[in-house]
C-alpha cells in the first residue's frame, strides 16, 4: 500500500531543542490520558521563537501544518518522550530533519506519533511555512508542490513498520515478541 502525506509545511531551522517543541512546565500533562493528550499537543512549538510564527493558530488546538521542516540536529535538548507525543497530539504526521538529536529520533520511533524523514539537501532553505509539499514514502521524496521540486530522502528503513504499527510496544506485540494484551 503506497503511502503519502500531503499538507502545508512548518519550516524551522537548526537545533531545534525539545523545551522548544514543548516547554518542561508542559510535562505534568499525562499523554496516556486523552483529554491531557489533547491538551499536550496544543501545546506543541510554544517555546518557539517569535521568528517562526505560530504552529498552533489562536484559540485552535491543532495546527494546519502536517509536515514540519528541519534543518540539522531536530529535538536536541532532554531525551523527554513528550516532545514526539506533542507533536504527534498537534496533528503532526512528519519531520524531515537535515539530522536529529539521536534521543528524539528514538523517541519518535518508540511512541509511532511521527515519522522522523532525513534529508539529504538542506531543505529548510529549499521551503518557506505555508507551502504544500507531498511526501511520498514508497520513493523516499518528498516534492515542494508550489515550486514543483522534488528532493531525495534517506530511507526510512526499520524504523517504518515500527511506527506504522502505533510504537514499540505495539510493533513488538504485532511481531509476537511480547504477548498481546488481554481483552
Same mark, same amino acid.
Given at each position: +500500500?503506497?503511502?503519502?502525506?500531503?499538507?502545508?509545511?512548518?519550516?524551522?531551522?537548526?537545533?531545534?531543542?525539545?523545551?522548544?517543541?514543548?516547554?518542561?512546565?508542559?510535562?505534568?500533562?499525562?499523554?496516556?490520558?486523552?483529554?491531557? @493528550?489533547?491538551?499536550?499537543?496544543? @501545546?506543541? +512549538?510554544?517555546?518557539?521563537? *517569535?521568528?517562526?510564527?505560530?504552529?498552533?493558530?489562536?484559540?485552535?488546538?491543532?495546527?494546519?501544518?502536517?509536515?514540519?521542516?528541519?534543518?540539522? &540536529?531536530?529535538?536536541?535538548?532532554?531525551?523527554?518522550?513528550?516532545?514526539?507525543? !506533542?507533536?504527534? !497530539?498537534?496533528?503532526?504526521?512528519?519531520?524531515?530533519?537535515?539530522? @536529529?538529536?539521536?534521543?528524539?529520533?528514538? &523517541?519518535?520511533?518508540?511512541?509511532?506519533?511521527?515519522?522522523?524523514?532525513?534529508?539529504?539537501?538542506?531543505?529548510?532553505?529549499?521551503?518557506?511555512?505555508?507551502?504544500?509539499?507531498?511526501? *511520498?514514502?514508497?520513493?523516499?521524496?518528498?516534492? &515542494?508542490?508550489?515550486?514543483?521540486?522534488?528532493?531525495?530522502?534517506?530511507?526510512?528503513? *526499520?524504523?517504518?513498520?515500527?511506527?506504522?504499527?502505533?510504537?514499540?510496544?505495539?510493533?513488538?506485540?504485532?511481531?509476537? +515478541?511480547?504477548?498481546?494484551? !488481554?481483552?
Amino acid at each position: +500500500m503506497s503511502k503519502i502525506v500531503k499538507g502545508i509545511v512548518f519550516v524551522v531551522d537548526d537545533n531545534i531543542d525539545t523545551d522548544q517543541i514543548i516547554p518542561a512546565e508542559y510535562l505534568t500533562l499525562v499523554p496516556s490520558k486523552p483529554d491531557e @493528550y489533547e491538551k499536550l499537543g496544543s @501545546y506543541a +512549538m510554544i517555546g518557539l521563537p *517569535d521568528r517562526f510564527g505560530k504552529f498552533i493558530p489562536e484559540g485552535a488546538a491543532k495546527t494546519p501544518y502536517p509536515i514540519i521542516i528541519a534543518g540539522e &540536529n531536530f529535538g536536541c535538548g532532554s531525551s523527554r518522550e513528550h516532545a514526539p507525543i !506533542a507533536l504527534g !497530539a498537534s496533528g503532526v504526521e512528519v519531520v524531515v530533519a537535515q539530522s @536529529y538529536a539521536r534521543i528524539f529520533f528514538r &523517541n519518535s520511533t518508540a511512541t509511532g506519533e511521527l515519522y522522523p524523514w532525513e534529508s539529504i539537501d538542506r531543505l529548510c532553505d529549499r521551503f518557506s511555512t505555508g507551502q504544500v509539499a507531498i511526501l *511520498d514514502f514508497d520513493h523516499n521524496q518528498i516534492t &515542494n508542490e508550489t515550486t514543483g521540486e522534488v528532493f531525495a530522502l534517506k530511507p526510512l528503513g *526499520d524504523v517504518a513498520p515500527v511506527i506504522d504499527a502505533g510504537g514499540l510496544f505495539a510493533y513488538a506485540r504485532q511481531t509476537g +515478541m511480547i504477548p498481546t494484551l !488481554a481483552k
